[in-house]
């Protein structure tokens, strides 16, 4: 279908992008002086992300199984690699662009599976409205562990973080597990869990973005403020 790539490419794209808007605002002008990262490669990041998220999806075509067994691991590790690089390692904005290049990933992705259960679908309401919540999900899920990926290399103590990542979308696969074969003809087990992926997924995108994040730049606020040169102190004349 014609309109199927339109639609596919608003479900796909629109929850990055709301929650992007949505999660950053809190960190630009008019709520700070000085926004904590640069708009410019917070959008080149999500644009990588974009391309990353569209190689990755098809190579789960040409993979299938084998994407199915270690494609979580496979995905944070491209995100670990990418946000480990020199350029952002321990600097206090590399969250945030982590967070773009999550991103723009998790609008690919939605993007490629979206189009093709639209494809095998059809227009179904239901349907659409099943992959909606899956594509919010997906946003959801590559977000928060990104953002706590960008957050450990900041740190420069990447590799439990890059754990907590791992754990953390190993769950949300395990759990859609049984509904991966079909968004819709599913069993009531299969509808119980995806709906449970979803509970999960929106806490644990709090738990990072309104605990962790901001107790994250508390602390790289205040690491900057220490280290700034203070000006030595006048030493009073003394009288001979």
Known sequence: MEYASFVAAAIGFAPSLALMLWT???????????????DPKLFGMFT??????????AVSLFLALEYALIGFILEEATKLMIINLPRFQRRADTPFYAFGLSAGMATALAYGVVNRALAMAGFDPLAISVMVVYSIMLAMLQISTGTTIGMGVARGTPWPFFAQAVVVHLAYVLMLAPSSASF?????????????????????YHYVHYRMLPRYVKEALAKLTDSKPRKARKVPKTKD
Do not use: C, H, N
Not at 24 to 38: A, D, G, T
Not at 48 to 57: D, K, P
């Open 24 to 38: 950053l605002q809190r960190y630009i002008y008019p709520k700070v002086e000085r926004p904590y990262f640069s």
């Open 48 to 57: 990588a992300g974009i391309v990353i998220g569209a190689v990755l999806y």
């Open 184 to 204: 819709v003809d599913s069993g009531t087990l299969a509808i119980a869990l995806f709906m449970t992926a979803f509970a999960f997924m929106a806490i644990y």
